[in-house]
């Protein structure tokens, strides 16, 4: 017995200096973060504005920390390429994942499919920015209110058509949500990404769109479209005289996109919090803000436990809407 007593104090004792070394060891590495290059992965196409704005971003943080942050480009799959790649290396704030809406909220319900949990696999650690969508038609259109677009789609036998980003995109669910509100007619026509989407309706192929500000201010500044409304609580900078939905009476029709940063469950909280502070520096640059306010991009600062909760409350809004419509991708 006293043998056996003696092993197990020994057993006991080996283990506590595993885990006193572990622990030790982890403090050490979060106490010189960051030692060497930091890898933030983009589900983004590189030359796109969230890429261009993601690496203003980046090299910001990357000054201030004093160590190189590489941006790699990993498109595809609703941000699953992207998760996994950063879900392959160590939880240690040396890879970070920066997506948008859709990657964090949307695409775990829409597709049947998915290979990764936004809330059980990522740590929160800072939102960057977000863009109202402003609600567009054709420069030819001939409804120059949104109370003018209504009433066209219902004197059609099959509405009018809005153009969308994709099927269970933002601008898709944004205009299932205009259409349950006003009862407008709308038949939806899907495209992959804004640009098709945005080209159709210049063309007058298409009857409408909801598309973020940060792609539209350019066409609606060279009278290539007409905008009707704002989908967000307030108006934008960056076109300071169209109304919001909610002015023109029409609530609970509003959304951004936005994008964030976050890191793989388990990194330490202090590297988290270090994280959290240099976008906040990064942020407040005045190349990035300048950078900003010409995109019609409003920077979006919270610390890391107010990002969680934005993220739970994103989810909650959008995944009964998903459901809703039907929408979802193989």
Do not use: C
């Not at 160590?67 to 950063?86: F, M, S």
């Not at 007058?204 to 905008?227: R, S, Y």
């Amino acid at each position: 017995m006293k043998a056996a007593k003696r092993r197990f104090l020994a057993t006991t004792l080996a283990l506590g200096s595993v885990f006193a070394v572990g622990a030790g060891t982890a403090q050490a590495q979060s106490a010189s973060y960051p030692s060497r290059p930091i890898t933030m992965v983009l589900p983004f196409p590189a030359g796109g504005i969230t890429d261009v704005l993601s690496r203003m971003i980046a090299s910001e943080m990357s000054t201030s920390m004093g160590q190189p942050i590489i941006v790699e480009n990993k498109p595809g799959g609703g941000g699953q390429i992207a998760a996994t790649q950063v879900l392959r290396n160590p939880a240690d704030g040396y890879t970070v994942f920066v997506a948008a809406t859709e990657m964090f909220v949307i695409n775990p319900t829409l597709f049947t499919n998915f290979s990764y949990s936004p809330m059980k696999d990522f740590a929160p650690v800072s939102p960057l920015a977000a863009s109202p969508l402003v609600l567009v038609v054709p420069a030819q259109s001939p409804a120059n209110t949104v109370e003018e677009l209504v009433a066209l789609s219902k004197s059609k036998p099959d509405g009018v058509t809005f153009a969308s980003q994709g099927v269970g995109s933002i601008g898709h669910l944004l205009g299932a949500q205009f259409a349950n509100q006003t009862q407008a007619k709308l038949a939806h026509v899907p495209y992959k990404g804004s640009a098709p989407g945005l080209q159709d309706v210049m063309g007058n192929h298409v009857d409408m769109m909801f598309d973020p500000v940060i792609t539209t201010a350019p066409l609606i500044a060279g009278q290539k479209l007409k905008p009707l409304a704002i989908a967000a609580e307030k108006r934008s900078d960056a076109l300071p005289n169209v109304k919001t939905l909610a002015e023109l009476g029409i609530p609970e029709v509003d959304a951004g996109v936005w994008f964030g940063m976050v890191v793989k469950s388990g990194t330490p909280d202090t590297i988290v919090q270090r994280l959290n502070t240099e976008v906040a520096k990064a942020l407040k640059a005045p190349e990035v803000v300048k950078r900003f306010n010409e995109q019609g991009m409003q920077a979006l600062q919270m610390d890391a436990a107010q990002f969680g909760e934005f993220l739970k409350a994103e989810e909650a809004r959008w995944v009964p809407l998903i459901k809703s419509t039907g929408a979802s991708v193989q």
